[in-house]
């Protein structure tokens, strides 16, 4: 049995979503462009704050892993946009691309048998590729879930999809 392989396989099947929860575009499906600057009643947040914060951290965690000259933003001001800030539609769709690339190089790290999940990152020793991967995995998830079920409280998720 190749444990590595099928390690490989989980870890991505994890950050695909579709297992034990939607996916990044099943979470979006028929999402109403009028609806990407509203806050729920008791939140302080849009839902193109979540998307942007959600791609924020994805990015910051990619380049930690890949680029020893990496400065992650302040915490937390750095990782979500400004309260007041709105989006248009294109800054809306540029948010979802780029969040899918950033996606998309994690997945390739995973993927790419070279990539030693375990060995220390040489420029954070206390760290290893796979806590980080998982990091994302746990962070999409979980904000994927709070944009599910905002969705639902807002009465504005696609009837066939829950």
């Known amino acids: 049995m190749d444990t590595e392989k099928i390690m490989r396989e989980q870890v991505l099947a994890l950050l695909n979503g579709g ?3 939607m996916n990044f575009s099943q979470a979006l ?3 109403p462009i009028e609806y990407i600057n509203r806050k729920a009643v008791n939140f302080s947040y849009t839902f193109w704050h979540l998307l942007e914060h959600m791609r924020i951290v994805q990015w910051d965690i990619l380049e930690f892993i890949r680029n020893p000259a990496h400065v992650s933003p302040d915490y937390p ?3 979500w946009p400004p309260e ?3 989006a248009q539609e294109p800054q809306w769709q540029q948010t979802i691309a780029q969040f899918r690339a950033d996606l998309e190089a994690v997945q390739n790290l995973v993927a790419d048998p070279s990539t030693d ?3 220390p990152i040489p420029h954070a020793r206390d ?3 796979f806590r980080e991967i998982l990091l994302v995995a746990d962070h999409n998830a979980y904000h994927l879930g709070e ?3 905002l969705r639902q409280a807002m ?3 696609p009837a066939d999809k829950w």
């Open 84 to 86: 007041e800030e709105e």
């Open 77 to 79: 001001s750095g990782y």
């Open 147 to 149: 944009i599910v079920t």
């Open 155 to 157: 009465a504005i998720s």
């Open 127 to 129: 760290y290893t590729v």
């Open 117 to 119: 999940f375990f060995a």
């Open 19 to 21: 297992n034990a929860h």
């Open 29 to 31: 499906t028929g999402f």
